[in-house]
């Protein structure tokens, strides 16, 4: 029997998420989509190009937080912004809020003029959802995070783009998100999110009451494919041999085995 963490679950099927872009450069932002996206570079789609989130490409797959081993090139801040407009780039980023219709909310919670919590603000969401591939990670999902409309929108959805003209919707592709439960993508009746697969020892029941919107929910929805014990073991010992994994997704939450 193998046993996996939901974290573990969580980071294969976000490395599930980049498998096919082929020679794309992936921006992870945040631990669990840095272990997802190396995950991918290491088994199903070698050709990602990856950096250190700050400066440099990388040439090797160093574990999480550890100084690159092979550098392969420079990209500095300003120029990840060429990177964006050409669009050979899918990032994954955090959403503090996501709606029906896969707006991202990083902002702030409240109206916009007087907020009740200031957030990030909206950093790159804008440019990221018109112009690359996108995708979004989500620890703990709740009715809180999954709501009905975000306060401000910061990350474009595919419904929204469509209504602001071919400038927004040409390169708008919110292709999956990925949270603690399951995932979805953005392709329910009227471009909304709906639920692709949920992650072992979670049921559809559970999902949908942790939702607070509506969600698209196929007649039949597979469970998340397991971590394979080549992928634990690259995560265990060559990506994540410190185990900061279960900070993201406690192990309160897993409990899949096989």
């Not at 407009?85 to 959403?95: E, F, P, S, T």
């Amino acid at each position: 029997m193998t046993e996996y963490s939901r974290a573990e679950v969580c980071a294969a099927a976000i490395a599930d998420a980049f498998k096919d872009d082929g020679e794309i450069f992936a921006s992870p932002m945040g631990m669990l989509p840095m272990l997802g996206v190396r995950l991918a570079k290491l088994t199903s789609n070698p050709d990602l190009v990856i950096s250190d989130g700050e400066s440099l490409y990388l040439g090797g797959v160093p574990p999480l937080f550890a100084k690159a081993d092979v550098v392969e090139g420079w990209i500095p801040f300003r120029r990840v912004f060429d990177v964006v407009a050409y669009g050979k780039r899918h990032v994954m980023m955090g959403a503090t809020q996501v709606d029906r219709h896969g707006n991202q909310n990083i902002s702030a919670i409240g109206d916009f003029a007087q907020p009740k919590r200031q957030l990030l603000g909206s950093r790159g969401a804008p440019g990221n959802t018109v112009n690359n591939r996108t995708s979004y990670w989500v620890p703990r999902h709740s009715p809180k995070v999954f709501v009905e409309q975000v306060d401000i929108v910061s990350g474009v959805g595919p419904a929204r783009a469509k209504a602001a003209g071919p400038g927004a919707s040409k390169y708008n592709d919110i292709h999956r998100i990925v949270s603690n439960l399951g995932v979805f993508d953005v392709r329910g009746d009227g471009d909304t999110v709906r639920l692709l697969s949920v992650h072992p020892g979670v049921s559809v029941d559970d999902v949908v009451a942790a939702t607070g919107f509506a969600l698209a929910v196929d007649a039949d929805v597979p469970v998340t494919r397991e971590p394979t014990e080549s992928e634990l073991m690259i995560i265990r010992n060559v990506l994540d041999p410190k185990n900061l994994r279960d900070r993201e997704v406690p192990p309160v939450d897993a409990g899949a085995t096989q």
